[in-house]
């Protein structure tokens, strides 16, 4: 039982599997209340993949992967489909305020309402329904440190990339407050009240046409930090081909989104996708069963889940064709149902082509079985 829950589960949701062997595994201990009966005619499930950072710093839970997976058991189908951070959405208030947000502030929103007194009750799933139309079944989020640990048991995974790139800036974890040096320290002293996003340049360079140093510096940590910060990024450089990454190499190759030659998020969501089939590719490998089953409560942290055992056990069901199911992939971007935008208060957003708050394009391209889902 526990090696057909790992090989579905891997399939279908990725990391969600090292949750699922240890509910299942705590359940025959623990849990003597029946379960509701499955819905045996269901042969359609949609399930949200999360990936967040996890930590202490700011941002905790501002999602870095959003990712719906659509599986249909009956023509064996599954479907990888990305939804772009930068997605500006509505959300409900309890003053009747108008009230938007970027989509990947969602599950932080939901994991603290008490912070956000304002806002009706919101899940992740429940907003990701409305703008793709899909029904979703269940979640599972994993963070960085889920990541590099599932794909370091797994042995790592072998990823094509598509081209070489090399991206100057990438963040190095821990050291997001480093200030480098002691000249840089000195130049941070000054400069902290006006290092903000919206403080006007020209009020700037009013305040110091004097001290072209401290006005470079200024400018730097605002608009460029990794000019004014170097220490805080690492040079990443990836070539084209057959590569073996370990863990914290391909949540690099996951995350990475400034290089010229393959830079944005749309990029990124694309080279999620690989990372995604790259694991699903290990773990229906046998091999992979007696490395995960000692581990699994190294991810009690790591991984959450709200998808109902009685769906896991329907998909139990599909193990012995698992190798028969085709895996497609589809990323939402400005190149077919979105645009660029820029918020009131000066954000780089995307909305749907049709207009703000409009998912009706969205959901009919999702729905399209010529585009997607065939």
């Known amino acids: 039982m526990k090696k057909f829950i790992i090989i579905v589960a891997g399939i279908f949701l990725a990391f969600g599997t ?40 700011e941002g905790t839970y501002l999602t870095d992967t959003i990712m719906v997976v659509h599986v249909d058991t009956k023509i064996k189908k599954a479907t990888l489909i990305s939804i772009p951070r930068d997605l500006w959405i509505k959300l409900p208030t309890k003053s009747g305020t108008d009230f938007h947000t970027k989509i990947n502030s969602v599950y932080q929103l939901e994991l603290f309402p008490k912070d956000y007194p304002d806002l009706k009750q919101i899940k992740a799933k ?114 084209k081909g057959l590569v073996h990454l370990d863990g914290a190499t391909a949540l690099k190759f996951a995350r990475s989104r400034y290089a010229p030659e393959d830079g944005g998020d749309f ?23 007696p490395k995960i089953i000692p581990l699994m409560d190294e991810f009690k942290k790591d991984i959450k889940t709200d998808i109902n055992s009685d769906i896991i056990k329907k998909l139990i069901g599909q193990a012995d064709k698992i190798k028969e199911y085709k895996v497609t992939t589809f990323v939402l971007t400005d190149q077919n149902v979105l645009k660029n935008a820029v918020s009131d208060d000066k954000q780089y957003i995307l909305i749907p082509q049709e207009g703000i708050d409009n998912w009706f394009g969205i959901q009919k391209i999702i729905a399209s079985s010529a585009a997607i889902l065939k």
Do not use: W
């Open 18 to 57: 090292f949750y699922f062997l240890r509910t299942s595994q705590f359940s025959k201990k623990t849990n003597n209340t029946p379960s509701s009966k499955p819905k045996l005619e269901q042969t359609v499930y949609n399930f949200l993949l999360l990936g967040y950072g996890g930590g202490a710093h």
């Open 126 to 239: 429940t907003i990701i329904s409305k703008i793709t139309g899909l029904s979703i079944d269940g979640y599972v989020s994993v963070n960085f440190e889920g990541f590099t640990k599932a794909i370091d048991i797994l042995g790592g995974i072998d990823i094509d990339v598509k081209r070489s790139f090399t991206d100057p800036e990438y963040p190095i974890t821990g050291k997001e407050k480093e200030l480098c040096d002691k000249d840089t320290e000195e130049l941070f002293k000054k400069a902290a009240p006006f290092i903000t996003p919206g403080f006007n340049p020209d009020e700037r360079n009013m305040q110091f046409k004097d001290n072209p140093k401290l006005e470079e510096f200024i400018k730097n940590a605002t608009d460029s930090p990794e000019l004014a910060f170097p220490c805080r990024y690492e040079k990443l450089e990836f070539n």
């Open 267 to 289: 990029n990124r969501a694309l080279r999620q996708q690989q990372v995604i089939e790259g694991i699903k590719d290990k773990v229906i490998s046998f091999g992979f069963i």
